[in-house]
């Protein structure tokens, strides 16, 4: 049974730029979601080699060291996902000895609370050498980043599935997860998943699609929500592939600028010119990557 997951940093989850790979941050989010086979939450570390202190290795050597990688750690915005630091980040410098040495990933585990052998743990990384290392002599399980064949995966977007499948084949929740993963990198937002077979699901879900409204200047190139439905196959080792269409045919793109045209005419988009504003269902909320986006407003009972 899988208990904990180790990531590697440079050249796993971000390149030689401190840049993280495409699809990291969906991956991590699902992958943080994760229970083992025994229903508790799956937990990560960061291990990863540093500057080891000049001797003699104080603490006050390391902890200074250690402040220094987590200032690079900010740079990669991945931070959040490995929070609190002092448990969940263990450097070669905490250690006194490089990856792939055991003690590195028992002193990880020691850090984290976590009293697991190291054969319940998943080591992902790109160093080839590495992942033979701890797979044949340290009995860990791995994962190869950036590579094709059996025991690895190129695209962040289908580590979630592969992760799932070591950790608790078979598992909704975590399936769920992983699905959620691999369509948000293909530009859909999950919304709906069932079951359809051993190794196959329905999924419904949605596509954003900036449209423009003739005539009404700030309903220019706002994204609007379109409805999409199709498959979802899982192959023996849980890796996925989908069948859901990404673009809206041109029927729904019209009917969709019918209908915020719609709602602008009788006042349901809050902050445009409302002629009913206490009537407002809709609002544009810009996200994070600068997106305009119609959404629906949530209402609480009073």
């Not at 190291?118 to 791995?142: N, P, S």
């Not at 190869?144 to 598992?171: K, R």
């Not at 992983?178 to 069932?194: F, Q, S, T």
């Not at 600028?257 to 810009?286: D, F």
């Amino acid at each position: 049974m899988i208990r904990v997951v180790m990531f590697d940093l440079g050249g796993t989850l971000v390149d030689n730029d401190r840049r993280p790979f495409p699809h990291i941050t969906d991956a991590l989010t699902a992958i943080a979601a994760f229970k083992t086979a025994d229903g508790k939450p799956l937990r990560s570390c960061l291990v990863s080699d540093y500057t080891m202190p000049e001797p003699p290795a104080t603490q006050a050597k390391i902890t200074a060291l250690f402040k220094k990688y987590l200032a690079i750690l900010d740079q990669t915005g991945l931070r959040a996902f490995f929070e609190p630091v002092k448990k969940r980040v263990t450097l070669s410098t905490h250690a006194g000895v490089a990856k792939p040495d055991r003690r590195i990933f028992e002193t990880a585990l020691q850090r984290l609370g976590a009293k697991v052998p190291l054969e319940e743990c998943l080591f992902i990384t790109e160093d080839a050498g590495h992942i033979k290392e701890a797979r044949e002599k340290l009995k860990m399980q791995t994962l190869q980043f950036g590579s094709a064949g059996a025991g690895g995966f190129e695209d962040w977007a289908d580590a979630p599935a592969l992760i799932a499948n070591l950790v608790a084949p078979g598992q909704a929740a975590n399936s769920h997860a992983a699905i959620k993963a691999h369509l948000a990198a293909k530009g859909v937002d999950l919304v709906h998943a069932e079951p359809a077979g051993s190794d196959r699901m329905t999924v419904s879900g949605q596509v954003w699609l900036p449209i423009s409204v003739p005539g009404l200047e700030e309903l220019q190139h706002v994204q609007v929500a379109i409805p999409v439905q199709g498959e979802v196959t899982r192959g023996p080792k849980g890796e996925m592939r989908s069948d859901v269409p990404t673009k809206p045919s041109d029927e729904q793109i019209a009917e969709a600028t019918s209908y915020v045209r719609s709602l602008a005419t009788h006042g349901q988009i809050a902050g445009h010119a409302a002629k009913h504003p206490q009537g407002a269902t809709h609002a544009i909320e810009t996200d994070q990557q600068g997106n305009r986006r119609l959404v629906r407003k949530r209402f609480s009972a009073v």
